[in-house]
């Protein structure tokens, strides 16, 4: 692997320093206000993507609960949601998120998803640009409807995967959103999501993808190096700034 170079190195650092000491409350006097969770809470319902998944989350359960009946094997659903979801996770962010814009003859290949994650990787500390676009949701969300209707045999099944999408939905942008938040990280567990999450913006945009969580989909990918054998990235907050649209 290249060498890092000595002043490439201490940009990353510096970045990631700054940014952990804002969150963690060792930036000096003029350091940013640390958040109590309930703060946290209470800002993360000040913006569009958590009521419009919440609203169809509830409608999920309320229909699920008025269809009654269902089987033993629809709490298969849900376990197998969960533990699919960093490999999702993986997934979406290095093919969708990631996406180098592309020509197919006249038609330039961009998603509106693409160009949001590029602003939020130019400024990870612009919050608006941390959850899932409302434009995407307004059509994401009903799709997922039909979808589950397609594909499970039962309406109580198609249900119960709504509802096992849609939380698994709200959980995520409550953790994306809580990382580039000003909580201070407490627990073990978040700490190694939250600082994963971290060198990924701050140090090397073609590693740790993961968001919910930090070495699981990223070691069967084989994103998840030891981070002092990475050279840091000149392109972390301009994503695919040296690469040309190619046809």
Known sequence: MTKPTPEIE???A???????????GSAGPGRRTNVSLAEAWRSFWRHP????ISTFLVGAIVARVVVGGGSWWELVIPATLIALFPVIEW????????WRPRKVGALEVD???ARKHREHHADPRDIPLV???WQALCWLLPAYVA????AMPTVPGALSLLVSVYGVMFGYEWTHYL????????????????????????????????VTTAGTADRLFGTYPDPATVESSKTVKRLHASDTITG
């Open 111 to 113: 998603s509106l998803l």
């Open 10 to 12: 201490a940009l990353a």
């Open 131 to 133: 959850f899932i676009p």
């Open 14 to 24: 510096q970045r990631l320093a700054k940014d952990e000491a804002r969150i963690t």
């Open 49 to 52: 993507s958590p009521p419009m």
């Open 147 to 150: 979808i589950a209707l397609l």
């Open 179 to 210: 990382i580039h938040s000003d909580y201070r990280p407490r627990s073990r567990w978040y700490r190694a999501v939250w600082r994963n999450h971290r060198l990924h913006h701050y140090k090397n945009e073609h590693y740790w993808f993961t």
């Open 91 to 98: 997934l979406i962010h290095v093919g969708i998120l990631h």
